[in-house]
């Protein structure tokens, strides 16, 4: 039997079924015009508010807030235990009918006929989801689902899902296929040192950093690929734009350059950037952003550009190094909120399968995409040429025989090709303004942070 007005059927915690209930609408679907109509909304308690004669609960779902009205003379004795019962956070549903109210958030409330409490919370909680008390992101990340229930953390999150769609979309009409590459590997792709080492039955083996070697070998039957997934660094340095467990979106094309494949990107950046500013605008006015899509074709920076701009503010960096930190904040100051490439880098700085010039060995066919200081993706010209692919292995260090499953691809017949690889939060900070990527990850993962 279903309970009515929670006296009935009562399980241990003194929880209401759920019975025959469902959603009828989100709170955001909630119109003006929809006056007087009867709706069933679920979602949990964001504010109380008592005024005696009348109680204001705003009730709270993944789309935005409404307000409950509750006059308490008016209202059936049931109704009104109930809500004198409630507590900020508890998972509640309530059937009522709408009533158009231009003082209310939206120019809607809801009148209450039936209000049902399905889960308790306990107080007091760990931190407040009005955000009234402000926490540090530590505290917020250690309760994780309640921070996600802070309009602006769920926001973000509103925002990538989005963003992920946009990706899907614009990859799909550029005739990308979407693919799995394995996560556990044999062989590094992006240099040891940031190697997470798993025992794999007897042996060892390593989380993958990248679908690199994968998606290159996918190109010679596939054409062009696209993976959206999450790879592994074991990041040594704590810094507001590394963890250890990522999601990197990363493309591969045959029969392609880096030229063909920085204009694929930069105009992947501006769809997205279109799509999520007009399919986010609540998401972006809670956030307090002004998205402002780039104008096409994006600065492109040569390393050398670079380091001369640099050592014209006193910063010298030595040619063949990569660019510091400092070096980048610096550049960043130069170009604030804006997306840009650096193209042209020493051969000796980039890894392995970036194919050098022809014209100049010494500099390679590689590029980074900048959004101020922060590197969004990199990518490039990959060598097609196997006898290039193992000098350039063994330049570098690196035994060709630990590669010898990917070099005999190179035996099948292999086309020329070249990619990218997107870090999908740093591209999230880009759009939504978050300094730590942290925010821009729903559980991360880093040195000091294993859960939750
Ligand atoms: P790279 O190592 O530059 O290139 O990585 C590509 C992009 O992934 C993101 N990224 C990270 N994001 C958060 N935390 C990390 N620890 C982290 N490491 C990398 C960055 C970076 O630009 N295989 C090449 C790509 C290619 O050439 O196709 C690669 O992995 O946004």
Redesign the pocket.
């Known amino acids: 039997m279903e309970a009515i007005n929670g006296e009935v059927g009562l399980g241990l915690e003194g929880l209401d079924p759920l019975g025959g209930w469902r959603r009828t609408h989100y709170t955001s679907e909630i119109k003006p015009d929809m006056d007087g109509e009867e709706v069933t909304l679920f979602g949990w308690v964001h504010t109380i508010r008592d005024l005696g004669g009348i109680k204001f609960i705003l009730l709270a779902d993944r789309e935005g807030i409404i307000q409950l009205t509750i006059p308490v003379k008016k209202v059936d004795p049931h109704l009104l235990e109930k809500a004198e019962r409630l507590r900020k956070q508890f998972i509640i549903g309530v059937k009522g009918r709408v009533k158009a109210f231009e003082k209310a958030q939206g120019g809607v409330e809801i009148v209450p006929s039936e209000i049902r409490i399905l889960g308790r919370a306990e107080h007091p909680l760990d931190l407040d989801p009005t955000g009234k008390i402000p926490a540090e992101l530590d505290v917020r990340l250690n309760a994780r689902i309640l921070d996600l229930r802070r309009p602006e953390s769920l926001a973000i999150f509103r925002i990538n899902h989005h963003v992920l769609r946009a990706i899907r979309d614009f990859l799909e009409g550029e005739g990308y296929l979407e693919v799995q590459t394995p996560k556990i590997i044999a062989t590094a792709?992006?240099g040891g040192a940031a190697l997470f080492p798993v025992l794999y039955f007897d042996r060892e083996a390593f989380l993958a950093?990248?679908p690199?070697l994968y998606k290159e070998q996918l190109t010679a039957v596939f054409d062009k690929v696209y993976e959206i997934a999450s790879y592994f660094?074991a990041?040594e340095s704590r810094t507001t734009?590394?963890?250890?467990e990522?999601v990197?979106v990363?493309i591969e094309a045959a029969f392609a350059t880096i030229d063909d494949v920085m204009e694929l990107l930069e105009r992947m950046i501006v769809y997205v950037l279109a799509y999520v500013k007009a399919k986010c605008e609540r998401e972006l006015e809670t956030l307090k952003v002004e998205l402002r899509v780039p104008e096409l074709p994006f600065k492109r920076y040569t390393y050398d550009e670079v380091l001369k701009l640099l050592a014209e503010r006193g910063m010298r960096i030595p040619w063949g190094e990569d660019i510091p930190t400092p070096g980048l904040r610096l550049l960043g100051e130069l170009n604030p909120e804006t997306y840009y490439f650096i193209v042209d880098w020493p051969t000796s700085s980039k890894p392995f399968y970036i194919k050098p010039k022809d014209s100049n060995p010494k500099i390679c066919e590689a590029f980074?995409l900048m959004y101020g200081f922060i590197?969004?993706?990199?990518?490039?010209t990959r060598i097609h040429d196997k006898g290039l692919l193992v000098e350039r292995l063994k330049g570098q260090g690196l035994s060709p025989e630990g590669f010898q499953h990917h070099l005999r691809v190179f035996d099948y017949g292999m086309p020329p090709h070249a990619?990218?690889?997107?870090?999908l939060?740093?591209l999230l900070m880009a759009i939504t303004g978050k300094e730590n990527?942290r925010e821009c990850i729903l559980f991360p993962r880093d040195r000091d942070r294993l859960t939750p």
Do not use: M, N, P
Not at 241 to 244: E, F, I, L, P, Q
Not at 375 to 380: I, K, R, V
Not at 419 to 423: A, D, I, M, Q, S
């Open positions: 792709t992006e950093q990248s690199q660094r990041e734009r590394h963890v250890a990522f990197s990363d980074d590197e969004l993706a990199s990518g490039g990619g990218w690889g997107l870090g939060s740093r990527i």
